[in-house]
């Protein structure tokens, strides 16, 4: 059963604003933003001045509505940020404190090859960490499971290139589950059912970030075809046309 969709790879393409506003109008939504050393400012990971302006913004916005809007977004860390993350550095303590709102940190590391890795105390108990579905290197999973990490695994059989699967696995009965891999608005409605049929009455999310974008470029039209592909789904599963 999907119950939530992340849009991911939100830049300095659209306004740090338009999250905001898209959030009143589907609250399902989480969003996704890429974080990477390297890469930040390039497109799919917003530059330092886009990211401080989503928090001027974001605080106005809840102050407004009395702190009762609360917009989700999840922080995906990428390349150095993940080495640095299991190596227990300060300097990704300072970028969750910095970010604390946050509500949940995916760590990039598919393919990553330290096996062991100790996590680090500073990592807040309260946050979901997601990992990507690897069964040749379930070590990073696993040991965040073992430190009493609150974990989830998002299945990705294309390694984040966007690439849709011939089949969805099955969902982890054991663990909190996404999918993700191809998924756009000329096929998000039809790929809904599928999943819904393989996840049963296990609440899943599913996640995007190729098929929002045009010639790389984050594409507003395609996020809102996607959300109100979405919306529409489970309106038409509520109603019991649609069920497994």
């Known amino acids: 059963m999907i119950n939530s969709i992340t849009i991911t790879g939100a830049d300095d393409n659209i306004s740090p604003q338009d999250p905001i506003n898209l959030s009143k109008l589907y609250p399902f ?3 996704g933003l890429l974080f990477s050393p390297k890469k930040q400012g390039t497109p799919r990971y917003p530059t330092q ?3 401080e302006e989503l928090i001027t913004l974001r605080f106005k916005d809840r102050m407004l509505s009395g702190f009762k809007n609360e917009v989700k977004f999840s922080m995906h860390l990428c390349g150095t940020w993940v080495d640095l993350a299991f190596e227990g550095s300060s300097l990704v303590q300072k970028l969750l404190e ?11 590391c598919r393919g990553h090859k330290k096996y062991k890795i100790d996590y680090p105390n500073f990592l807040p108990s309260h946050k979901t960490y997601i990992f990507q579905h690897e069964p040749t290197n379930p070590g990073p999973f696993q040991t965040a499971k ?4 609150k974990c989830a695994i998002l ?7 966007g690439i849709l699967p011939t089949e969805w696995p099955y969902p982890d009965l054991h663990n909190t589950c996404g999918y993700a891999g191809g998924l756009g608005p000329d096929n998000l409605y039809q790929q809904m059912m599928s999943i819904h049929l393989r996840s049963g009455m296990k609440k899943v999310w599913i996640d995007m970030e190729s098929g929002v974008r045009t010639n790389n470029n984050f594409d507003l039209s395609k996020v809102l075809s996607c959300l109100e592909a979405y919306k529409d789904f489970n309106t038409f599963r509520s109603q019991n046309k649609y069920s497994k």
């Open 146 to 149: 073992d430190a009493g990490l």
């Open 155 to 161: 299945f990705d059989d294309s390694g984040g290139k």
């Open 49 to 51: 001045e886009w990211l």
């Open 29 to 31: 939504v989480e969003w």
């Open 98 to 108: 910095k970010y604390n709102f946050f509500q949940r940190i995916q760590f990039n």
